[in-house]
């Protein structure tokens, strides 16, 4: 009982911390920033975003997550499949002014939900700030969180969430203006005495202020909500650089850079890697094979050149590991409890892989070719295991 009270407690306090996170913008109604030294902070905050899940985020009679299970038979039941997106992540997650929602991370939603439901469309997006998203994970208001989100350790270890695999390899750059003598060669250290802005509960606060802290330099670290919040500012002129994954300042750059402003992306190497992929609640083997196959899938469909258009030959006439991954003699999508032709659905309602990165990163400019994103037969590092 007295744990059971313990517990509850807990987690109240770590749904008042997240909320405080969140709230800050109201609070703080002329910039909905909150400005912290760098050199002060550094280690205030360890950029998981879930500040005060310590606790397993459950109590004893709601889910236990520690036990995990019954995901997938929850959104075959539900008949939609709720998943965590930024909304407002230019090429990730992106809602567009008739509602639909576009981008990577949108599109693994819909391949995900075509693999356990048949239906590419059967998603309810949920959009999520940073702060906000891992809480939507613990709590199983998101089914699967597709945000943005960069594996690491702590994440990874923290009670109650899991990685799948890495659908987009980023790493942390900055942005600032060319009229104020930056340039793509420019280096971190240029930015001394800068005013530097970015979103709050992202790795991108917390390597920022290692990295000034590491070079001996002095920035003001002013951090806001939501990524729309410090484009504005960076508008306005209210924030010197501003710093996120770099492809999230190559779309933001492609959509809102004004014509009298000319703004550069460096240092060339980034300074962080951001591993992106899927999160879900930990625990759950069934769930993580679904979400994690269907990665695979549209990898090892890439892989055969197998794109949404060809399908029904490479069911009849393709590879073995192609005919068993559409539903074919040798099938496997039965095992983890989805249907024959699960696979079949995501490829041909959502596309392979290369689609799904061309249609969505190719029109901000971003490429496949000679980086981390290639194919490993072309030395990169998307690679899925045999489905065998
Ligand atoms: N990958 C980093 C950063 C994630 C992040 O929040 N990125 C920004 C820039 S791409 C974003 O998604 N902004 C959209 C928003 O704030 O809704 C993390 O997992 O902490």
Redesign the pocket.
């Known amino acids: 009982m007295r744990t059971t009270l313990l517990k509850l407690l807990s987690l109240l306090f770590a749904f008042a911390l997240v909320g405080a996170a969140c709230g800050s913008d109201s609070d703080n109604a002329d910039d909905g920033s909150s400005d912290d030294s760098a050199q002060d902070d550094g280690s205030s905050d360890d950029?998981s975003?879930d500040d005060g899940a310590g606790d397993d985020g459950s109590g004893d009679d709601t889910v236990d997550l520690t036990q995990g299970g019954g995901t997938l038979a929850a959104v075959q039941a539900r008949g939609n499949l709720n998943c965590g997106v930024?909304?407002?992540?230019?090429a990730?997650s992106f809602v567009e002014a008739d509602g639909s929602v576009n981008g990577i991370d949108a599109d693994y939603c819909r391949a995900v939900a075509a693999a356990v439901l048949g239906d590419s469309e059967a998603v309810t997006f949920v959009?999520l700030?940073?702060a906000e998203r891992f809480a939507a994970v613990q709590s199983g208001e998101v089914d699967v969180l597709m945000?943005?989100?960069?594996w690491t350790q702590s994440r990874d270890t923290d009670v109650g969430m899991d990685f799948g695999p890495t659908t987009y390899y980023?790493g942390q750059q900055l942005m600032a203006r060319a009229g104020d003598g930056f340039s793509g060669t420019s280096s971190v250290d240029e930015i001394d005495g800068a005013i530097v802005c970015t979103?709050a509960?992202?790795?991108?606060e917390t390597n920022i202020s290692e990295l000034a802290a590491n070079l001996g330099i002095s920035i003001t670290l002013n951090t806001f909500?939501?990524?729309?919040q410090?484009t504005d500012a960076f508008v306005s002129g209210a924030c010197d650089v501003i710093t996120?994954?770099g492809?999230?300042l190559v779309?933001r750059k492609a959509e809102q850079q004004p014509d009298d402003q000319e703004w550069v992306i460096f240092p060339a190497t980034p300074i962080s890697k951001?591993p992106?992929g899927p999160v879900y609640a930990q625990n759950d083997s069934q769930w993580a094979d679904v979400v994690n196959w269907t990665v695979y899938a549209t990898i090892i469909a890439d892989e055969n050149g197998v794109g949404s258009g060809d399908v029904d030959d490479a069911l009849a006439n393709g590879t073995p590991e192609m005919q068993r991954l559409l539903g074919g003699e040798g099938e496997l999508q039965s095992a983890m409890g989805l249907s024959p032709d699960a696979f079949y659905n995501v490829i041909s309602q959502v596309g392979n892989y290369s689609e799904i990165f061309e249609s969505n990163l190719g029109p901000v400019g971003l490429v496949r070719e000679g980086s981390a994103n290639a194919a490993w037969t072309e030395g990169g590092l998307i690679y899925a295991p045999p489905a065998r």
């Open positions: 950029g975003g930024s909304g407002a992540a230019v990730f959009n700030t940073a945000r943005n989100s960069t980023d979103n509960g992202t790795t991108t909500e939501d990524f729309n410090v996120t994954d492809s999230g779309g951001e992106l």
